[in-house]
């Protein structure tokens, strides 16, 4: 029994230094603030160390944001997710057109590579769902490419939504294509959301249901109209209230940024 | 300092030949038909350095040459070795900010020519000169008026001088008639008469007063006219000292003309004369010539100077100055331009350090037999054979020196101690064999004329002999080949001794005419073994000294009308070769085979040049996927590293072509030795004809990985390197997938539909720089 108390003991310390570099691949807070102003990030592990990750970086003229769902959580997530920041890393230091579609093209190429998927029965099925913006601030253009997790976009309480391409960053039944560059002019004031399915997919109410996307959308519609620091906290808030003591299923991000 | 271009006016058939760059690699060809005007180019180049004209270079309308040349040189040459102090602050600065410089040969009679400094300099030199005109002109103008208001005040005073004469009489007359009426009134005693007669004289008395009155006006005039006419005569004065300078300026140039058409007639006459001594006369009178000439110059040179200080006087002096302190000033200002080089002077400066040109020429430069001793001491260059022999004796560590020792046994005795021989040894260049190993051993010995050639008895001459294992002949008894190739090895070796830091440049009219084919390449490979040390510019007619595979070493000569020997004579450079008559080519065609350009692969226009097979077959592809609507004709090379030669080869046939080339480092090698072989690193002249795609390593590269995943490997892996370093790490045949997916596009397949919108920008982007450079 003492030595099971050790192993958990060691294994939480080994958990809670790995939640550590977890932390610190992830960006800098005050580096996205210089970048995006205003936004939030709403996120809560299930875990110790968590599979979603977000990502924000400039390229030239460009600033890159992501939200990744890696496939598991925990342990093998937290590998997933820092794998996939580096590869998103190495893809912005290539030269080549900044395209949200190409970089999610050149993610998968490295995440099949990385993970020697070529399509064949027994292998290794791991991927990524990810949603991607390239934003371009001089011209309010948005590049946004989904890899199963879409974009709202909130005008004046409007929101709309731009679907996602159904297929993973990572290999999947059918053969690979290039995901859909979709291209938003935004305006000042406009918010978009990207997120992982932790929020939507999490059990509880008084019925114990996901808490599904359509009250997504009508929350985020509802809290539209307030600072990004008091969205966060009602999203935080709203959630609180909705798992109850249920127990956290997935880890869960919302990656909220207003554009000014 | 490298010869970079050259362009030659009014030159025999030149009229025009326009800035022509030279190889870069310090070997260029002149190919064309006889009587095209090569040989006039070399000619006209070494006139550029000596200087000398003969009657035949004159273009028949009698326009005097003008022969221009550029030089590439670092601005440490010029300022290390010119005067800095002399140098106009505005030319310093501009020659330290160019990378060329041209120096302008201009004749000024058909015995006389100035060097001038070329287009970048001169504008600011015309500008000073356009000024010192100006100043010129007004100064001329004010003589004018001077001249004008002189006339105009000689007129005024001799008329106040006629009237004041006129009034002068007048007042005579009355005063004699007053004396008259004084005298009447005395004789006659009538009151009436005499109240009658003093009445007159009150009347004369009244006129006597008023002629006084206008003759003290009119002296007063005179005196003031006088004064005018004393003012302008003080600056007539400096006048009349310019038209003194002006006029002994005449004088010298009429007495240069004669002096030179002296000379003219007598070196028409060189080589003429019947006998050695009347020979000897003329060249005596011809050297005499040469220095009155000299002398007309210099004088010639101060006499301007002074017309220079008098016509500053006399702009000082309309401008109120005194006479003495305009002549201070005058004198202080041409001293002041004389401290700057002026344009001739800086050319001349810069001229002493610029290459020798050097002319091999079959006559003196082919190794004689024999030479007569005097005519190495007096530097005959007429001799036969002249530069030859002192090309051994260069060699062989002879000064002239040695041979003015007046006895000839004595100096018999000394070559004799030196063995008088010379080992040449041929085989790093000569594959045909003249003797043992190709080594051959040059005698001289040193004779003396016998009673057979009465003329020289017992004159010295030098004797030359070449020798190998079997036998020791005549330098004339040897094939001339062997005499040719062993004349021009000694030039080089001579010219490499040669321990002045001066840069040579090496003509050669139609090198190596009488060796074999063999012996011609020989000939090339020497030419390309010493074309660091010594740049070469040489005729030919010969295939076998044209290389294929560097065709931009080639200027092409032809008559503006072919087979018309009147019409002028046209250059055109490697990249217009085209533009020349395939007569002009054919050395070319001789080396290459049948025209290119009449069988139907390659076309006359549109072609363009890539790297491989492979390639060939994507851009094939490429283009009918994107609907391409231009016809292009794409040739592939046999690797990156054949591309210059298929450019030759196009070149050579006048066929247009485009190089197309991507960015790996083998076709980036290739592209950047066209940029400078073929362009001169000119990036407009190069982005006619060069296509560059340096973003894209190879034609799979403008593929998106998906796209080439999904229609060219058909593979489901990640691919994180370039599409091209896929094929290469996985052993791929470029060439088979490359046809394999052409055969899908032509299957229709593959439509540009079905790719992504990454391969669609991509081939769009390639397709408008294609489209942009093609026909």
């Known amino acids: ?260 | 300092m490298q010869l970079v271009s050259f362009r030659i006016q009014n030159f025999r058939s030149i009229v025009d030949t326009g800035y022509h760059a030279l190889a870069h690699d310090n070997i260029t060809s002149l190919i064309g038909q006889n009587e095209s005007g090569k040989t006039s180019i070399l000619e006209a180049l070494k006139a550029f350095h000596d200087g000398r004209l003969i009657e035949d270079m004159l273009r028949s309308d009698l326009s005097l040459p003008v022969v221009s040349c550029k030089f590439s040189f670092a601005f440490a040459d010029i300022e290390n070795y010119i005067n800095k102090r002399r140098l106009n602050p505005e030319i310093r600065k501009l020659i330290s900010t160019v990378e060329t410089v041209s120096l302008t040969r201009r004749w000024i009679d058909d015995m006389d020519s100035q060097m001038e400094m070329g287009d970048e300099l001169q504008e600011v030199y015309n500008e000073t000169y356009d000024q010192l005109r100006k100043r010129e002109l007004k100064v001329m103008e004010n003589l004018e008026h001077l001249n004008r208001d002189i006339a105009t005040a000689s007129k005024k005073l001799n008329k106040v001088n006629e009237e004041a004469e006129w009034t002068t009489e007048k007042l005579e007359t009355v005063r004699l008639r007053m004396n008259e009426i004084k005298r009447n009134i005395r004789k006659f005693i009538t009151r009436d008469r005499k109240e009658e007669l003093r009445k007159e004289l009150e009347l004369e008395e009244e006129m006597f007063l008023k002629l006084k009155e206008t003759l003290e006006l009119k002296l007063t005039k005179q005196e003031e006219k006088r004064d005018i006419l004393e003012a302008l005569d003080e600056k007539s004065e400096v006048n009349r000292k310019l038209m003194e300078i002006q006029e002994g300026i005449a004088e010298k140039k009429e007495a240069l003309v004669l002096v030179q058409e002296q000379l003219r007639h007598l070196l028409q006459l060189t080589g003429m004369y019947p006998s050695e001594r009347e020979q000897r006369a003329a060249e005596i009178k011809e050297e005499i010539c040469r220095t009155d000439i000299e002398r007309f110059k210099d004088e010639l040179y101060v006499l301007n100077d002074q017309l220079r200080i008098q016509l500053l006087v006399l702009e000082f002096v309309f401008e109120g100055m005194s006479i003495e302190n305009a002549v201070k000033a005058a004198r202080k200002e041409v001293e002041a331009v004389k401290e700057f080089y002026s344009s001739n002077e800086l050319a001349e400066e810069i001229f002493k350090i610029l290459p020798d040109f050097e002319m091999f020429e079959d006559f003196s430069s082919l190794l004689p037999n024999r030479i007569d001793l005097e005519d190495i001491v007096r530097a005959n260059k007429h001799a036969e054979g002249y530069k030859a022999a002192i090309n051994f004796l260069t060699i062989t560590g002879l000064e002239y020196s040695f041979f003015q020792q007046p006895s000839s046994r004595i100096l018999k005795q000394k070559i004799e101690n030196l063995n008088g021989e010379l080992t040449l040894n041929f085989q790093d260049f000569w594959r045909q064999n003249v003797g043992k190993n190709n080594k051959i051993k040059i005698n001289f010995e040193l004779s003396h004329y016998d009673h057979t050639n009465p003329e020289k008895s017992g004159k010295p001459f030098i004797e030359f002999w070449i020798k190998d294992e079997k036998e020791r002949l005549y330098p004339k008894q040897r094939s001339r080949g062997v005499r040719w190739f062993l004349s021009f090895f000694l030039e080089l070796k001579a010219t490499a001794m040669d321990k002045s830091r001066r840069d040579k440049v090496l003509l050669i009219d139609e090198p190596a005419v009488s060796l074999h084919a063999r012996a011609q390449e020989d000939v090339l490979m020497v030419f390309d073994d010493i074309k660091e040390q010594i740049q070469i510019i040489y005729t030919t007619h010969s295939p076998h000294l044209v290389d294929v595979n560097k065709l931009y070493r080639i200027l092409a000569v032809q008559r503006a009308i072919e087979d018309d020997m009147k019409s002028e004579t046209l250059v055109y450079s490697a990249q217009s070769l085209k533009s020349a008559t395939a007569d002009t080519l054919s050395p070319i065609y001789s080396t290459m085979g049948a025209r290119l350009s009449q069988q139907e692969i390659i076309k006359s226009f549109n072609n363009v040049i890539v790297k491989d097979l492979a390639t060939f077959y994507f851009l094939k592809a490429m283009v009918a996927l994107t609907g391409f609507e231009k016809e292009c004709y794409f040739l592939p090379a046999s690797g990156a590293e054949s591309i210059p030669m298929m450019v030759n080869i196009l070149m050579g046939w006048g066929i247009d072509y485009v190089i197309l080339n991507f960015g790996n480092s083998e076709e980036r090698l290739v592209h950047e030795k066209l940029m400078k072989e073929q362009y001169d690193n000119k990036i407009d002249l190069a982005n006619k004809q060069m296509l560059f795609l340096e973003d894209y390593p190879d034609t799979e590269d403008l593929f998106s990985t998906i796209d080439f995943k999904k229609y060219v490997v058909k593979v489901r892996e990640g691919i994180t390197v370039k599409n091209s370093e896929y094929l290469i790490d996985n052993n791929y045949s470029r060439a088979i997938l490359a046809s394999n997916f052409l055969q899908e596009v032509t299957d229709e397949s593959v439509s540009f539909k079905t790719l992504d919108d990454e391969t669609r920008d991509n081939l769009n982007s390639f397709i408008q720089q294609l489209s942009a450079i093609l026909k």
């Not at chain 1, 580096?86 to 993610?107: D, M, V």
């Not at chain 1, 918010?191 to 059990?203: A, L, M, R, T």
């Not at chain 1, 003591?245 to 880890?251: A, L, R, T």
Request: with cysteine; hydrophobic share 40%.
């Open chain 1, 1 to 260: 029994m003492e030595n099971l108390l050790d192993q958990r003991r060691e294994l939480m310390a080994s958990l809670k230094y790995a939640s550590f570099i977890q932390r610190a691949v992830l960006p800098d807070q005050k580096y996205m603030e210089n970048l995006l102003k205003e936004f939030f990030i709403f996120h809560r592990p299930r875990d110790i160390v968590s599979g979603d990750f977000y990502y924000c970086s400039r390229k030239e003229d460009y600033i890159v944001v992501a939200a990744g769902d890696c496939t598991g959580h925990g342990v093998p997530g937290a590998l997933m997710s820092i794998m996939g920041i580096s590869f998103l890393n190495e893809i912005l230091s290539i030269r080549g057109p900044i395209r949200s579609s190409r970089i999610l093209n050149l993610l998968r190429e490295r995440v099949m590579k990385a993970l020697h998927q070529r399509g064949y029965e027994l292998e290794n099925k791991d991927a990524m769902d990810m949603a991607l913006c390239v934003f371009h601030p001089r011209s309010g253009e948005l590049q946004f490419s989904g890899a199963n997790n879409p974009l709202y976009h909130i005008r004046n309480k409007v929101l709309t939504e731009i679907k996602a391409d159904k297929m993973p960053v990572g290999i999947d039944a059918i053969e690979e294509s290039s995901f859909t560059n979709h291209v938003l002019q935004l305006k000042p004031g406009d918010i978009v959301y990207i997120f992982s399915d932790g929020y939507p997919d999490q059990f509880g109410g008084p019925e114990n249901k996901k808490f599904k996307y359509g009250p997504l959308r009508e929350l985020l519609i509802r809290i539209s109209d307030k600072t990004m620091e008091e969205q966060r906290k009602e999203l935080d808030r709203v959630m609180s209230e909705w798992k109850g003591d249920e127990f956290q299923v997935d880890d869960i991000l919302i990656f909220g940024i207003r554009f000014l």
